[in-house]
């Protein structure tokens, strides 16, 4: 991913600079993991077993942990590495919630987690060609980023994202145990998930809407458990919505309530069409949409957020 710095109309190339370490990387990751993924911070290089994971997440909004491991050289498999991480995690279900509990103020319990939404996160200067191919699935529960830093001190992340169809499970899922055994537990979700119990007139209006809002802003739409989100070109998700049989309901973050730091977004609806509901951990504003007549005026709202956050980020830069 090539940068440029625009100056008389004339583009001029920002040389990259590279990290010296694979520490280096992990040490921008860590102090900025709500920045780039949205997930907190748990701890660093923790030991179990004969496998050390580098750095230790959690995903509040889908209530799961997130494996971050950082790589300079091209001498791993992925999918080796990966599966076993999470197999470990999967059979060591205990001593993941202990060391949360011991590096979070909160605590949470094994049944306060969702370990079907467990995720493996590989950061690299660069993956190889073979990298990039055993991971081209649809259901493979890890993510490929590269990064990038340049010399004036910008940083770039960029996601490999999978185009294929396929199941892991036609090729390795019935003769690797590990990944047969991680799979019957991790689940990776797709649209097609969200939508197998709905009618045709839901179907249609859920991609009517994702059509429109993808021609108006720069983002892209990641299915999980329980939603479809929406995030912005910073990986931020700021809006999601949820598919049910009769109806679209379109949610809007207003903000996440233990980040007390930053404030709150709040929506102009003139209309009065969203309803503004407050949970535990964040506030968003909520409609149910169930016909394309106000689906112009729906992003408008999204766009709404989607303006505050960049005007947030340019403002902070």
Do not use: A
Not at 78 to 84: A, F, L, N, R, W
Not at 121 to 142: A, C, E, L, M, W
Not at 176 to 186: A, C, F, H, L, R
Request: hydrophobic share 30%; glycine share 4%; net charge positive.
């Amino acid at each position: 991913m090539d940068l440029y710095n625009l100056k008389n109309k004339k583009l001029n190339l920002i040389d990259s600079k590279p990290f010296n370490l694979e520490k280096d990387i992990q040490s921008v990751v860590e102090q900025n993991t709500q920045e780039l993924f949205n997930i907190d911070f748990v701890t660093s290089e923790f030991s179990l077993g004969n496998f050390r994971i580098d750095s230790l997440c959690y995903d509040e909004e889908n209530k799961s942990f997130v494996i971050i491991e950082y790589k300079k050289g091209k001498s791993y498999s992925v999918i080796d590495q990966g599966y076993s991480y999470l197999s470990l995690m999967l059979n060591n279900k205990s001593d993941f919630i202990l060391e949360y509990n011991e590096n979070k103020k909160n605590s949470i319990k094994r049944g306060d987690v969702d370990w079907s939404s467990s995720t493996v996160i590989f950061i690299s200067p660069s993956f190889n060609t073979y990298q990039k191919n055993s991971v081209n699935f649809q259901d493979v529960p890890f993510e490929l980023w590269e990064i990038k830093k340049y010399s004036n001190n910008m940083i770039g992340l960029n996601q490999h994202i999978s185009s294929s169809k396929e199941s892991i499970q036609k090729f390795d899922g019935n003769k690797n145990s590990v990944i047969k055994d991680v799979s019957t537990e991790i689940k990776v979700f797709s649209e097609g998930d969200h939508l197998k119990n709905t009618g045709k007139k839901i179907n249609e209006l859920y991609f009517t809407f994702k059509e429109i809002v993808l021609e108006s802003l720069e983002v892209n739409f990641r299915p999980k458990k329980k939603h479809i989100g929406i995030w912005d070109n910073h990986k931020n998700m700021f809006s999601y919505v949820v598919i049910r049989k009769s109806f679209i309901l379109v949610n809007i973050l207003s903000g996440f309530i233990k980040n007390r730091k930053s404030p709150l977004f709040k929506l102009n609806d003139p209309d009065k069409k969203f309803i503004l509901k407050d949970y535990d951990h964040k506030k968003l504003y909520s409609y149910k949409l169930t016909n394309s007549r106000h689906i112009d005026y729906i992003l408008l709202m999204i766009k709404q957020k989607y303006d505050w956050d960049q005007d947030r980020r340019n403002r902070r830069t």
